[in-house]
């Protein structure tokens, strides 16, 4: 799968590809927005990754450009710019979501991962797995080893996240505005808590850690230590 | 004031001013003509009305004599007149055979500035008598001198009037726009306007006031921006300090992967901490100067803050600490949900921080009248008294609070907040048993969609 990254940025377009490489995707990368509307021109992109400030034509009149000529490629806008209107008229010119920079590479990943799958609809799994961990999105049970584990709903939310996510680092941002649906942080260890409490029930118990902290990073769900 | 600026007031005043002025003159000496003209044609007319009555009286008069006596009656009648009375007329008898007989002419008269009434007796006798308005018409002469003269007077001073007049209305205006120009051309907002003092309730005091109104809003922005700006500046390098002196540590010493991977982690820290306190100054800055955009909607009080409760239970729990929600209640506010939501979960951040396991946190929503209240009260340290002052200051941090994690600008945002809502905070506290931090709000109304739901 192809990402274009349009980003003047050297060092960010650079750190981004890198990442996404390692995610394994094929990148190309565009600095400025003439070079990114010739891209998108030749070739379909899985997604294409905008900033807004770029020389010669900036992020929006490229997105607003790309729709005009039929392409639909989804669209990740990059921004400094935090305000809720900037938000809203990102999307409103025919982005599909919207991240602030500074961001978290983890969240970056998870949000392009996102619009690849609502892209092609992948067919939605009844259970997800992870090593012995085993949830089951119907009847809302989990099971490790065999042994059923009993989950309050935040602490479900939350596995699931993580599981839906296994194998991929999870920032506390990313934990706050999926559990709790808030837009702001709330400067505090409510993360923490929560997850040493999951801990407790899916790890604590067993002999092999799954639920692992990565400091400075956030958490990751994997079989491999 | 320099040559730039009055450069800048010149082209709009003189011309201007003489526009004023020549239509107040203009207005001046037109009323002014109306009510010479009046006055003149009123006196002649009034005169010409006199003599004409005279005539009539004599005209009477003399047919009254010549029906009564003949020529002879009428003649001996005006000679004797002519004999007493000061002003002598002019008679003439038309007989029916067309002979005319003047039996008075006033010598040098000259016949065309005669007035003449006639009278044509049974007989068929015509009687003429004539009066000159030589007098009449000198009256009048001497009187248009007079007016002229006066009309004269009248103009020069409607012209000097408007003058003066013209200058005192323009002065203020002058005056406006000799400081607008200035504060263009300094970027000094700190400048006013002097009201002219004599007309405090003019139109063009009203303008002054309000344009130093203006300048004192806009004032109070640009003081707030800057004021904000040197701030986050000066917050910002401690922290990037100590990023820059971990990322210089792990570079200086031998290398050793571990070590620089737990420097890594702690510049990934920092720099989120830089974020966080970036994004809380600015909103702290915004919400100061009333530059911050509310979403403001009639909301439910007891609902927003149910929900940050709910954000801290799993905390309360893991610090063995009560935490109680409030009852639901009808309270409403008009207020940006999000905005609120934060002051709840800041104010019960910081009372679970402060509080030890076994204690209470307790959060209600209370109104009267007018003002619904948010009300958090904790068994916690409570505040030392040289220490409350500051506790609403940004970045202070209280000598108990070091240990805890925290950018000391909790408290900062939920009063700026509160305040860019048009709301108060307060606390009260003991020391070694806990405090209690209220928010009071303008009540809103409750909407009708709700109240239908209830």
């Known amino acids: 799968m192809r990402v274009l990254i349009v980003e003047d940025d050297a060092t960010i377009a650079d750190f981004v590809a890198r990442g996404l490489r390692e995610a394994g995707f094929a990148v190309d990368v565009a600095a400025d927005g003439e070079a990114a509307l010739d891209r998108a021109r030749q070739q379909a992109y899985a997604v294409a990754i905008v900033d807004l400030m770029l020389p010669k034509r900036d992020g929006l009149a490229v997105i607003d450009q790309m729709r005009r000529q039929g392409i639909q490629t989804p669209v990740l806008i990059l921004s400094a710019r935090r305000s809720v209107d900037d938000r809203v008229k990102g999307l409103q010119a025919g982005g599909d979501d919207y991240l602030t920079k500074p961001f978290a590479f983890a969240e970056l990943l998870a949000r392009v991962q996102a619009l690849v799958r609502r892209a092609t609809r992948a067919p939605e799994p009844t259970t997800l797995t992870v090593g012995d961990l085993v949830l089951d999105l119907l009847s809302r049970r989990v099971t490790r080893g065999g042994t059923p584990i009993d989950l309050h709903p935040r602490e479900f939310t939350l596995l699931e996240y993580l599981m839906r996510n296994a194998g991929r680092v999870v920032s506390k941002t990313m934990i706050v505005s999926h559990v709790w649906e808030y837009t702001f942080d709330p400067q505090t260890n409510i993360v923490d808590v929560l997850v040493s409490r999951l801990r407790e029930k899916i790890d604590r118990p067993f002999e092999t850690r799954l639920l692992h902290t990565m400091r400075g990073v956030g958490y990751v769900l994997r079989t491999e230590a | ?454």
């Not at chain 2, 915004?286 to 801290?312: F, K, N, Q």
């Not at chain 2, 916690?380 to 506790?391: K, M, S, T, V, Y």
């Not at chain 2, 070091?402 to 003991?430: C, Y």
């Open chain 2, 1 to 454: 004031m320099t040559s730039g600026t009055s450069a800048a007031s010149r082209p709009f005043h003189p011309a201007f001013g003489l526009r004023l002025a020549l239509w107040y003159a203009a207005l001046f000496v037109g009323g002014w003509a109306v009510v010479v003209f009046l006055t003149y044609w009123l006196t002649a007319a009034s005169l010409a009305q006199r003599d004409h009555e005279i005539l009539n009286a004599k005209l009477g008069q003399y047919a009254a004599a010549y029906e009564r006596g003949g020529l002879r009656a009428l003649t001996e009648t005006v000679q004797a007149e002519q004999r007493t009375a000061p002003e002598r007329l002019f008679v003439r008898v038309v007989d029916r055979g067309a002979e005319a007989i003047v039996l008075s002419q006033p010598e040098g008269w000259d016949l065309r500035r005669l007035e003449i009434a006639s009278l044509s007796l049974m007989d068929g006798t015509l009687v003429q008598v004539g009066k000159s308005t030589a007098a009449r018409e000198d009256l009048l002469a001497r009187f248009r001198a007079v007016l002229g003269m006066v009309t004269l007077t009248v103009v020069l001073v409607a012209l000097t009037g408007g003058f003066f007049v013209t200058r005192s209305a323009v002065r203020p205006i002058r005056r406006l726009t000799r400081a607008v120009a200035r504060i263009i051309s300094t970027g000094r907002t700190d400048e006013r306007v002097p009201l002219t003092g004599d007309g405090a309730g003019d139109a063009i005091d009203e303008l002054t006031r309000l344009f130093n109104a203006m300048l004192d809003k806009i004032e109070g922005l640009v003081t707030a921006m800057r004021g904000a700006l040197d701030n986050v500046s000066h917050d910002l390098r401690t922290p990037l300090t100590r990023l820059r002196g971990t990322a210089e540590m792990a570079l200086a010493a031998t290398p050793d992967l571990d070590r620089c991977r737990d420097a890594l982690a702690d510049c990934v820290e920092e720099s989120d901490r830089v974020l966080v306190m970036l994004n809380t100054l600015m909103d702290i800055s915004e919400a100061e100067s009333g530059t911050m955009h509310l979403r403001r909607e009639a909301l439910r009080l007891g609902d927003v803050v149910a929900r940050a409760v709910d954000l801290y239970r799993d905390v309360a729990d893991a610090k063995g600490i009560v935490l109680t929600a409030p009852t639901p209640a009808d309270i409403v506010v008009v207020a940006d949900g999000t905005r609120i939501e934060q002051v709840a979960a800041n104010l019960i951040d910081n009372a679970l921080k402060y509080t030890t396991a076994g204690g209470r946190v307790d959060v209600d929503v209370l109104a009267d009248s007018s003002r619904a209240r948010l009300r958090v009260r904790d068994t916690g340290a409570g505040i030392r008294p040289d220490e409350l002052p500051h506790i609403w200051d940004r970045l202070f941090r209280g000598d108990s609070s070091r240990t805890e994690r925290g950018l000391g600008l909790g408290l900062s945002l939920v009063k700026a907040i509160v305040e860019a809502h048009g709301g108060t905070v307060d606390v009260e506290t003991e020391p070694g048993k806990g405090s209690v931090f209220t928010v009071a709000l303008p009540r809103g109304e409750v909407p009708s969609k709700s109240a239908g739901q209830a």
